[in-house]
Nanobody
């Protein structure tokens, strides 16, 4: 079954860190994967992406240098290490996966989505 399950979100103070995890079912082992986020009333926006083999990464300008995406292909799990969190990072974070591409940044129609995990950063 196709399944993406995010975890690791929660409340955190500004300047703190969180690590999000996305555990994927086996069918996603050769899919490009990444993270998007969506704040209330706003569009879902790109955060970070990693190729299916973990060799290339991409980041939104707003998180570059603070967030790191990585992939454990043995466990079919994608991580997002978030450091120096800011209140503007508050959102629901969604795991994404797509076949046939190397970068999910363009949000292709073929994307699969997890249910999201909440991150709330207080000042």
């Amino acid at each position: 079954q196709a399944q993406l399950r995010e975890s690791g979100g929660g409340p955190v103070e500004a300047g703190g860190s969180l690590r999000l995890s996305c555990v994927a079912s086996e069918m996603f082992s050769h899919y490009a994967m990444g993270w998007f986020r969506q704040a209330p009333g706003l569009d879902r926006e790109f955060v970070a992406a990693v190729t299916w083999d973990g060799t290339d990464t991409d980041y939104a300008d707003s998180v570059r240098g603070r967030f790191t995406i990585s992939r454990d292909n043995e466990k079919i799990t994608v991580f997002l290490q978030m450091n120096n969190l800011e209140p503007e990072d508050t959102a629901v974070y969604y795991c994404a996966a797509s076949p046939g591409i190397r970068n999910v940044r363009q949000r292709p129609p073929s994307n699969y989505w997890g249910q999201g995990t909440h991150v709330t950063v207080s000042s």
